[in-house]
């Protein structure tokens, strides 16, 4: 796994989505990754804005020192009047992690995560069975397909699928319990 991570380009990289739920862009998603060394951040960063979802914002911070995950964060506020507030962190610890989500914190006794969701935005997931997922907490397993696609299975069986041009994530698609979103890379002009 450390090949295909270190073959992540060394200058700093950030990409823009848009997100759509059916036909309609919903807001953006942007993507955010600074090298420094032996360590690398990772910053993703989404805003909705519907009258189906009312507003929703998401953050992830994933910190690596080495190609180690030693830190993610992950919050989501949802604004509406049942506003669903959300944290989940991920820490590297003497033997293993400590996964804090919702409010209870708990050992995940691995010794190291080398890939992660939001690493899916910056590298093809060539020879990867899974990754884990700073917002559950947990593994996913993920099955490369044809063209460039490959399928992220989700606890519940569900998958969601991320296609690949030339290297670079161009589509997400997302099976969300109100429907299907996806998010599509807006080309710099």
């Known amino acids: 796994m450390f090949p295909l991570l270190t073959a992540v380009s060394a200058a700093g990289q950030s990409q823009t989505y848009e997100i759509l739920f059916g036909n309609n862009a919903v807001g953006l998603l942007e993507v955010k990754q600074d090298p420094s060394g032996a360590s690398r951040r ?81 590298a093809e997931p060539h020879d990867i069975k899974e990754v884990y997922s700073e917002t559950m907490g947990r593994f996913l397993k993920i099955r490369q397909l044809e063209d460039g696609r490959y399928a992220l299975v989700m606890q519940d069986g569900k998958q969601n699928f991320y296609t690949y041009s030339k290297g670079r994530l161009a589509l997400v698609e997302i099976n969300h319990a109100l429907g299907k979103a996806s998010f599509r890379l807006l080309e710099k002009k």
Do not use: W
């Open 42 to 122: 990772i910053h993703i960063r989404s805003r909705v804005q519907s009258k189906l979802f009312s507003r929703m914002e998401t953050d992830i911070e994933a910190v690596y020192q080495h190609n180690i995950l030693i830190r993610a964060r992950v919050t989501r506020v949802q604004a509406k009047a049942n506003d669903d507030n959300r944290e989940t962190l991920t820490e590297k610890a003497e033997r293993g992690y400590n996964v804090t989500r919702k409010g209870v914190k708990a050992p995940f006794p691995v010794p190291q995560i080398t890939f992660c969701v939001s690493d899916l935005y910056f």
